[in-house]
């Protein structure tokens, strides 16, 4: 298992709440976001974009 920051950590639990919550959309058509896979993959880009301590992206 990867090993992410506490700020990552962050990012993707806040993220994974939005998705539960029915909050969290993406792309340019901010469809709605139902899968935890893809919310826990677009909170770890906000941590990158934040400057997180994230692993490379695949």
Same mark, same amino acid.
């Given at each position: 298992m990867a090993k992410y920051s506490k700020k990552a950590q962050e990012k993707v639990e806040e993220?994974?709440?939005e998705m539960k #919550?029915?909050?969290l959309k993406s792309g340019k058509d901010g469809q709605k976001v139902t899968s935890q896979k #893809? *919310?826990? *993959?677009i909170g770890?880009? +906000?941590a990158r974009k934040?400057?997180?301590k994230v692993? +490379?992206?695949k």
């Open positions: 993220t994974v709440h #919550q029915g909050t #893809q *919310a826990v *993959a770890l880009s +906000k934040a400057g997180a692993p +490379k992206e």
